[in-house]
């Protein structure tokens, strides 16, 4: 089922609600996420997922850096100060 474009990736692939903190550390803003994305980040909060996915998933990282290249909202902003750090 389509809820639209992840936001960290820009896919449209089987696109789903991700708590942007997990629902379990009380966050309660939700975004779309791929399910790859959303897989991969699992509970981990924003900047911890990012970081660990430069290191670790260079195939993801770059499509998120490509997609939110530019932009201006919170995620966005996340991952332009990862990619510089
Ligand atoms: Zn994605």
Do not use: F
């Given at each position: 089922?389509?809820?639209?474009?992840?936001?960290?990736?820009?896919?449209?692939?089987?696109?789903?609600?991700?708590?942007?903190?997990?629902?379990?550390?009380?966050?309660?803003k939700t975004v779309s996420a791929c399910a790859?994305?959303?897989?991969?980040?699992?509970?981990?909060?924003?900047?911890?997922?990012?970081r660990w996915l430069k290191k670790n998933d260079?195939?993801?990282?770059?499509?998120?850096?490509?997609?939110?290249?530019?932009?201006?909202?919170?995620i966005a902003k996340k991952v332009q100060k990862?990619?510089?750090?």
């Amino acid at each position: 089922m389509g809820r639209g474009v992840c936001k960290y990736c820009g896919s449209t692939w089987k696109t789903e609600k991700d708590h942007v903190i997990a629902r379990s550390k009380g966050g309660r803003k939700t975004v779309s996420a791929c399910a790859a994305c959303n897989q991969s980040k699992g509970d981990k909060p924003p900047m911890v997922w990012l970081r660990w996915l430069k290191k670790n998933d260079s195939y993801r990282w770059n499509r998120i850096v490509q997609y939110n290249y530019g932009r201006k909202n919170p995620i966005a902003k996340k991952v332009q100060k990862v990619r510089d750090e």
